[in-house]
Antibody, heavy 119, light 109 residues
Framework: QVQLQESGPGLVKPSQTLSLTCTVSGGSISSDDYYWSWIRQHPGKGLQWIGYIFNSGSTYYNPSLKSRITISVDTSKNQFSLKLRSVTAADTAVYYC???????????WGQGTTVTVSS | SYELTQPPSVSVSPGQTARITCSGDSLSKQYTYWYQQKSGQAPVLVIYKDTERPSGIPERFSGSSSGTLVTLTISGVQAEDEAHYYCQSADSSGTYEVVFGGGTKLTVL
């Protein structure tokens, strides 16, 4: 069973870049059966899709965040990453990574990591 | 941008049936997924491709679809089912944009 674990700083200063990594265990990130997604949840709010990446390297991003985000894959480390530039307090959220099993949905999620943007 | 609409809250007594709806223009063309999120936990997939149930999800969870309206039904609700439920689908215009509904809080009275 695949497991996902997010990691990264819990506190980021305004205008800086938020960098998070999701480590995949129990499976290969290079598998053609899956692709990989980031989702966030603002405090007390619903889920917001950030974007996803295919094994080919193709990415699809939320239009509202597209100008500030980059999602990448490091197959040698079995990890994928999120970079969100020029953060503000509005980027304070719990960030989740998830495995997407094609049309079978986001079937495995990480536990989430809380990121606070504050000086 | 594309939106999915859910009722903010649904309340039922234990043993009753809870129905949570999700509406959106593209739902007749794209699959819908349902996620359960209990307080302080990560979401869990409970229904995929409108009506399919992942292994390990109790049979009391079911999904249905009719045009631009999809429904998550929980039969014989138990106290442990109290959670937020989110529908999720994708824009059908070719942008691949994934969208979540605003979420429904299910309260078991």
């Amino acid at each position: 069973q695949v497991q996902l674990q997010e990691s990264g700083p819990g506190l980021v200063k305004p205008s800086q870049t938020l960098s998070l990594t999701c480590t995949v265990s129990g499976g290969s990130i290079s598998s053609d059966d899956y692709y990989w997604s980031w989702i966030r949840q603002h405090p007390g709010k619903g889920l917001q899709w950030i974007g996803y990446i295919f094994n080919s390297g193709s990415t699809y991003y939320n239009p509202s965040l597209k100008s500030r985000i980059t999602i990448s894959v490091d197959t040698s480390k079995n990890q994928f990453s999120l970079k969100l530039r020029s953060v503000t307090a509005a980027d304070t959220a719990v960030y989740y990574c998830a495995e997407v099993r094609g049309e079978n949905g986001m079937d495995v999620w990480g536990q989430g990591t809380t990121v606070t943007v504050s000086s | 941008s594309y939106e999915l609409t859910q009722p903010p809250s649904v309340s039922v007594s234990p043993g009753q049936t809870a129905r949570i709806t999700c509406s959106g223009d593209s739902l007749s063309k794209q699959y819908t997924y349902w996620y359960q999120q209990k307080s302080g936990q990560a979401p869990v997939l409970v229904i995929y491709k409108d009506t399919e149930r992942p292994s390990g999800i109790p049979e009391r969870f079911s999904g249905s679809s009719s045009g631009t309206l999809v429904t998550l039904t929980i039969s014989g609700v138990q106290a442990e089912d109290e959670a937020h439920y989110y529908c999720q689908s994708a824009d059908s215009s070719g942008t691949y944009e994934v969208v979540f509904g605003g979420g429904t809080k299910l309260t078991v009275l």
